[in-house]
T-cell receptor, first 115, second 113 residues
Framework: NAGVTQTPKFQVLKTGQSMTLQCAQDMNHNSMYWYRQDPGMGLRLIYY???????DKGEVPNGYNVSRLNKREFSLRLESAAPSQTSVYFC??????????????FGSGTRLTVV | QKEVEQNSGPLSVPEGAIASLNCTYSDRGSQSFFWYRQYSGKSPELIMSIYSNGDKEDGRFTAQLNKASQYVSLLIRDSQPSDSATYLCAVNKGPGGSYIPTFGRGTSLIVHP
């Protein structure tokens, strides 16, 4: 029972480099989400995908792009990394229509440092 | 005013005591409420959900919801050192609003032996 799998777990980038964070879930959930978590700031939503084929901006989308590859996979891309994007990134999934009842399942996180 | 507010703590309680964690929210239309536990360096884990006024019990955990006063609380009975973590409150507006929850910044709980 893998749940939500994120890769990589750790990454160090130089300013201006690009990378893609991968996320896959095996719970047949409709909705997937990307959050970042910074000290003192809590969890902030970057992008989400309510269902396969749709994506929407969250609270802090600037500097990021996403792709909902299929129902299982939702990737987050940093095109030109900046030190302000140093953070811990979490992917999550849920059933959309029942998200108000069952809540989220989170992946284990990616700790990203941009130097 | 933040939409979901929690005291950042740390809240320190002795082993065996009741830990009480509180959360207030600003949107009266909110309908679903969640508590997540996050150990240091780990991801949040859903531990309780509640959507009706009153109490909901699950083992040592009790969630309490008061929509009139716009607060939700989490009680942990017989607190153990393994309960030491940050507890995140999340609130959904539900039908008619966004299904995306708003998270509080979390309360750090320390249970000392």
């Amino acid at each position: 029972n893998a749940g939500v799998t994120q890769t990589p777990k750790f990454q160090v980038l130089k300013t201006g480099q690009s990378m893609t964070l991968q996320c896959a879930q095996d719970m047949n959930h409709n909705s997937m989400y990307w959050y970042r978590q910074d000290p003192g700031m809590g969890l902030r939503l970057i992008y989400y995908s309510a269902s396969e084929g749709t994506t929407d901006k969250g609270e802090v989308p600037n500097g990021y792009n996403v792709s909902r590859l299929n129902k299982r996979e939702f990737s987050l891309r940093l095109e030109s990394a900046a030190p302000s994007q140093t953070s811990v990134y979490f992917c999550a999934s849920s059933e959309y229509r029942t998200a108000t009842i069952y809540g989220y399942t989170f992946g284990s996180g990616t700790r990203l440092t941009v130097v | 005013q933040k939409e979901v507010e929690q005291n950042s703590g740390p809240l320190s309680v002795p082993e065996g005591a009741i830990a009480s964690l509180n959360c207030t929210y600003s949107d009266r239309g909110s309908q679903s409420f969640f508590w997540y536990r996050q150990y240091s360096g780990k991801s949040p884990e859903l531990i309780m959900s509640i959507y009706s006024n009153g109490d909901k019990e699950d083992g040592r955990f009790t969630a309490q919801l008061n929509k009139a006063s716009q607060y939700v609380s989490l009680l942990i009975r017989d607190s153990q050192p393994s309960d030491s973590a940050t507890y995140l409150c999340a609130v959904n507006k539900g039908p008619g609003g966004s299904y995306i929850p708003t998270f509080g910044r979390g309360t750090s709980l320390i249970v000392h032996p």
